[in-house]
Every structure is written in C-alpha cells, then in structure tokens.
C-alpha cells in the first residue's frame, strides 16, 4: 500500500477486540470521521475509483442506512451528483418499496421511496463497511426493482473472511481496505 492518502486512512481504522460480541473484532471508522484529512482522503480515493471505473456514467449515489449516509452525500457532492436514501423500513414518508434480509441474529428490512429513481437510471451504492453483503444486497434488489441499473458497490472497509463480495454478485464491489 504505497499511496499516502490510502495510508493515512487505514492509521484512522481502530480494531476494538470481542465487540459487541467476544468473537469478533470490530473495525471503528470513527476515527476517520474524526480527522477531516483521513475523511476527505477517503471521499477523494472512492471518487477517483468511479471517475476511472464509470466516468460520467453515475446518475446517483445511494447511501445505505445509517453510516452510508456519513460517506453518500460527500461521495456525490464530490462527484457532482445527487444523493438518495436507502433506510431502514418506516423511516421514509411517502409510498415505498421495501425488501427484507437475514441477519446473523434475526433480520432487517430495508426501504426507498418509490419516486427516488427513474426506470434506467444508473446508481452505486455506498456503506462505510462490507461484512455478510445481507444489507447491500438488499439495496442492490431494493434498486432493481425501481428498475435502475446499479453500476458498483463500494465501502471504506470489507471483511473478506465474511465473503460479503461472493453475495453481490454480479454486481461489482470496490473498497479501500481489506481485513480478514
């Protein structure tokens, strides 16, 4: 990992061990929220991921509920893009569609309103972690069934021992750091 911006990013990523469960090593991006030079750095390094991977071909961000939302709208500002939200069911005014995903103790359902996107519009969803791929992969179904084309995946952080990546595709995923 030469890249220095890419570098300084990591320094922000905390490991707290047994949290919130003795097992599990939990990965804190708090510290990269903290610091606005390790949180532009990586707004900057996601932004010039698609600029090379998609160019001009991004209608939306869709930021994931909740700290999807901390990195979708300065993801699409910096990329002169709107915002839309995917949140947790009954969150969102107005008609919705929604959809249901398995979690490891139970499970969750997502939602977006029904007027966010037009049919064929082109979006890539962001979330500050990957670990199962069960939330985006509900967002990537919630996206189709509005009939928009969902060009990527990204986040800040993947845990590819929970192989989250294996579950979006064929949708392509993209983050800045990898832990086990």
């Not at 707290?16 to 900057?44: E, M, N, W, Y």
Request: net charge neutral.
């Amino acid at each position: 990992m030469a890249d220095p911006e890419l570098q300084l990013v990591e320094r922000r990523i905390r490991s707290f061990p047994d949290f919130p469960t003795p097992g599990v090593l939990f990965r804190d991006i708090s510290p990269v929220l903290k610091d606005p030079a390790s949180f532009r750095a990586a707004i900057g390094l996601l932004a010039r991921h698609l600029k090379v991977t998609h160019g001009g071909r991004i209608d939306y961000i869709a930021g994931l509920d909740s700290r999807g939302f901390l990195f979708g709208p300065s993801l699409a500002q910096e990329l002169g893009l709107g915002c839309v939200l995917i949140r947790k069911r009954g969150k969102l005014p107005g008609p919705t569609v929604w959809a249901s995903y398995a979690l490891e103790y139970g499970k969750a359902e997502l939602e977006i309103q029904k007027d966010a996107l037009e049919p064929g519009q082109r979006v890539v969803v962001v979330d500050d972690l990957l670990a199962t791929g069960g939330t985006m992969h509900a967002a990537c179904e919630l996206l189709g069934r509005l009939q928009a084309e969902v060009l990527e995946c990204v986040s800040l952080v993947e845990l590819t021992s929970l192989k989250g990546r294996e579950k979006l595709a064929p949708v392509p995923f993209f983050s800045l750091l990898q832990y086990e």
